[in-house]
């Protein structure tokens, strides 16, 4: 499943700041209009900057319960994740992470409930997954989910939504395609780090 990477790095206002893991086709600029960037309904004030794209796990660092998931635990990796392409499509490939990476303005420290829709996952059909997440005032956080198993890779929208207070600061979508269809982007993770180090593991990143 998808992973919930911590990224509590202060960032620049203005400038961009996960546990099934999760990025967007160019940067949301919240003063501008989005390219190709699937948001869906408003952007928080919060929200200082908003990236869709793309990941490649680093080694699995530990798990964190979380209930709420198809596995019941996330991933926590043990460093910062790296976006290798931006964008709002992601190839169905075991190992392929994809998801947001974003930053909220300087005031108080948030706690946070991740929310990411899919097409039904056998064999329980399972279409919803949560976990709960913080961070920092003027800092980040990067939420993605990973293809750990085959009857992960369903192609078709899958969401992010970040609430924080009971507001909802954003809600990112994203179409996942079959792999041939996106052949360039599904190479990126061949062999990668985390599903290399736990073949059988099964979670999100938070």
Do not use: K
Request: glycine share 14%; hydrophobic share 40%; with cysteine.
């Amino acid at each position: 499943m998808g992973r919930t990477a911590p990224f509590h790095e202060p960032r620049t206002p203005g400038l961009s700041g996960a546990c099934r893991t999760l990025a967007i086709a160019g940067a949301v600029l919240l003063t501008g209009a989005p390219a190709l960037a699937q948001v869906v309904g408003p952007v928080s004030a919060r929200v200082a900057d908003l990236t869709a794209g793309l990941f490649c796990a680093p080694p699995e660092g530990g798990r964190r319960p979380a209930p709420d998931t198809m596995t019941g635990w996330i991933h926590v990796p043990d460093e910062p994740v790296r976006m290798v392409a931006e964008g709002n499509e992601a190839p169905a490939v075991l190992g392929m992470g994809f998801g947001v990476r974003y930053a909220i303005a300087p005031g108080t420290d948030l706690v946070t409930r991740y929310t990411v829709t899919h097409p039904p996952i056998p064999p329980s059909g399972i279409t919803e997954q949560h976990w709960d997440g913080m961070v920092m005032g003027g800092g980040g956080d990067t939420a993605f989910f990973q293809f750990d198993v085959p009857e992960e890779l369903q192609p078709g929208t899958w969401t992010f939504s970040v609430e924080a207070g009971g507001e909802t600061l954003f809600t990112m979508a994203f179409t996942v395609r079959a792999a041939q269809d996106l052949p360039a982007l599904a190479s990126l993770c061949r062999g990668g780090a985390l599903l290399s180090a736990n073949p059988s593991g099964r979670g999100a990143a938070g």
